[in-house]
């Protein structure tokens, strides 16, 4: 089950190819093989997930059945209001309004059919405070999974990020943090995440990997099951050369596997599902102004992310998209040194938000509130640095921070940080000034700017940036933490330091396509038999990051919708599915 036939076989052929192995792709085979289609899914690395797998789960999914099961009901209007304040547009336009039809449709659809369940994110607010947002009830993420159910499949699933995990365990947010947080302060959490470590050690020693898997892990896990369940055929390591046209319209692919080409024939159509360009640096050059060469970023999605599909799409028609306001879902990021000389990205999305946290650019002074979203920081750093000014910053902490939280790459108490200082990754020094010394930041203004943050935190405020007054900023630092979450000082030498560069979490901009997920070409008239979802298909957000989840939603709804498109259902066709 989920075996391609032997490679000795010249063609192969199927109703739906999907290339790309992320949710959305897989959201796709999966809605295709639960409606009759024969379904073949390939993915040019070894292993199966994409980003996705490396994501924290999170879908955005505004009136989504949990959400109204907990009692949370809101008109589309609220959230229209919302979008067409974020996404600064009177009117929305057809992608979108679809996307607000389809997506608790979607929901129900993989809830009740598939392997794939949700907890609701009641509590994660939006982004922003404007108008018409809402202060829990439109997130969702897939719930925790046991990696046994996939037998041998579990060694094809990407597994979490390394930097980011503990010896490869995933840890969820929310609860399963905070005890991790919390493990030497309360008997309660030592215990619950003593009882997480010894499983993790067992699953090593029995599996070689993790098998609770959480966040976008359990997700991509659960997605796999349910196209396994429903024989949908899986290729790794299979690299597609092109597509195929037959009177315009594409009819497959030609791909490459163990060095033989395959053609691979699809009746009704093929998905693109690759992942957009986060290291495709070409068009990095053309796409990122502070990239100009390429070179420069740091995005933390993996590395075979590097535009076949948008390249793909474009030999046949297809037009990408360049003039969104940002092109990708920015993310600041450390550079974490690698085996091979190279350097791998550390997402910094969780301890800026902390009590004992500051960022400065190279002046020593503040330029964000360091709360918001990544998105936002980036923007904020962007908007600060002159066009000579590289667009970097450096992210500081105390002492008592560092222990508690933890600064990127560098974990808290009890492990150690002497390493991390060693390999130049990790600045420490008893003092802010020889700190700033080491860094290459002005030491009198950075004493400036600690000592004035420390006043106004003690306090709870922060009248430069108003950290710590929205719910989302309220949400993201240290709940128990009074007078402000978010919000408090730099005291406790030695003081610590990582430099944040510009990085990314994935692409927005991607291949035009309509309300169908059918891709456009420069007529935008749709390219027969073909299709994009996820970061291939150009965002619906239209380069804006209004909420947590506004990637993998989207993308896992024109899955839904993509494969309903290729079993014959139109996009408001009902069907009987009880």
């Known amino acids: 089950m989920g075996v391609l036939p032997s490679t000795d076989v010249d063609n192969l052929v199927c109703d739906v190819l999907v290339i790309g192995s992320g949710a959305s792709g897989l959201a796709s085979a999966v809605t295709c093989a639960e409606l009759g289609l024969d379904v073949i899914v390939v993915e040019k690395e070894p292993v199966l997930g994409g980003t996705s797998a490396w994501s924290g789960g999170w879908l955005w999914i505004p009136r989504n059945p949990l959400a109204v099961a907990e009692g949370t009901v809101e008109e589309f209007e609220q959230v229209r209001t919302y979008l067409r304040n974020e996404l600064h547009s009177e009117v929305l336009d057809q992608r979108m309004e679809m996307f607000l039809e389809q997506g608790p449709k979607m929901v129900d659809f993989f809830q009740r059919h598939t392997e794939v369940q949700f907890f609701s994110g009641s509590k994660m607010p939006d982004f922003h405070a404007s108008e018409g947002h809402a202060r829990g009830g439109r997130s969702l993420c897939a719930l925790p999974y046991d990696g046994r159910r996939l037998g041998?499949?579990?060694?094809?699933?990407?597994?979490?990020?390394?930097?980011?995990?503990?010896?490869?365990?995933?840890?969820?947010?929310?609860?399963?943090?905070?005890?991790?947080?919390?493990?030497?302060?309360?008997?309660?959490?030592?215990?619950?995440?003593?009882?997480?470590?010894?499983?993790?050690?067992?699953?090593?020693?029995?599996?070689?990997?993790?098998?609770?898997?959480?966040?976008?892990?359990?997700?991509?896990?659960?997605?796999?099951?349910?196209?396994?369940?429903?024989?949908?055929?899986?290729?790794?390591?299979?690299?597609?050369?092109?597509?195929?046209?037959?009177?315009?319209?594409?009819?497959?692919?030609?791909?490459?596997?163990?060095?033989?080409?395959?053609?691979?024939?699809?009746?009704?159509?093929?998905?693109?599902?690759c992942g957009g360009f986060p290291h495709d640096r070409q068009r990095i050059a053309r796409q990122f102004a502070h990239a100009p060469d390429g070179t420069g970023h740091l995005s933390a999605a993996p590395k075979g992310n590097t535009g076949d599909g948008l390249r793909l799409g474009e030999s046949v028609g297809a037009r990408v998209a360049s003039d969104l306001p940002h092109a990708a879902a920015w993310a600041p990021v450390s550079s974490v040194p690698r085996e091979d000389g190279g350097f791998s990205g550390f997402p910094h999305l969780m301890e800026r938000a902390k009590p004992g946290f500051l960022a400065v650019r190279q002046d020593g002074r503040r330029f964000v509130n360091e709360a918001d979203s990544y998105h936002d920081y980036m923007c904020a750093l962007f908007d600060a640095c002159g066009p000579e000014e590289p667009p970097v910053s450096w992210l500081i902490c105390d002492h008592r921070a560092q222990r508690r939280y933890g600064l990127g790459w560098s974990k808290p108490f009890p492990f150690p940080t002497a390493s991390h200082v060693r390999m130049g990754y990790l600045i420490k020094d008893p003092t802010l000034a020889g700190l700033a010394r080491q860094c290459g930041i002005d030491a009198q203004q950075l004493e400036a700017t600690v000592n004035s943050f420390n006043q106004f935190a003690e306090k709870g405020c922060d009248p430069q940036f108003q950290r710590g007054e929205s719910l989302y900023n309220q949400n993201q630092g240290e709940i128990l933490h009074g007078p402000n979450p978010s919000l408090g000082s730099l005291r406790q030498g030695p003081f610590y330091a990582v430099k944040l560069v510009p990085g990314s979490l994935g692409t927005f901009a991607g291949l035009h396509t309509d309300a169908c997920a059918r891709v456009l070409d420069k007529n935008d008239a749709p390219i027969p038999g073909l299709f994009a979802v996820g970061n291939d298909m150009n965002s619906i957000m239209n380069g804006f990051y209004p909420s947590g989840g506004i990637t993998l939603g989207p993308g896992m709804t024109f899955g839904y919708i993509a494969g309903r498109t290729l079993a014959g259902l139109s996009d408001r066709e009902e069907r009987d599915e009880g």
């Not at 024989?231 to 060095?259: F, K, M, P, W, Y």
Request: proline share 2%.
């Open 152 to 273: 041998p499949w579990i060694n094809k699933l990407r597994r979490p990020l390394d930097l980011i995990s503990l010896a490869g365990m995933g840890i969820a947010g929310g609860a399963d943090l905070n005890h991790f947080l919390n493990a030497s302060r309360s008997a309660r959490s030592m215990l619950y995440a003593g009882k997480r470590l010894l499983r993790h050690a067992r699953d090593l020693l029995c599996h070689g990997r993790s098998m609770h898997l959480v966040n976008g892990n359990a997700l991509v896990a659960r997605l796999l099951k349910s196209a396994l369940d429903r024989n949908v055929r899986l290729l790794t390591d299979t690299l597609v050369q092109q597509l195929l046209q037959e009177d315009q319209r594409v009819v497959g692919a030609r791909i490459e596997r163990s060095a033989r080409p395959f053609d691979i024939r699809a009746r009704r159509g093929v998905v693109m599902a």
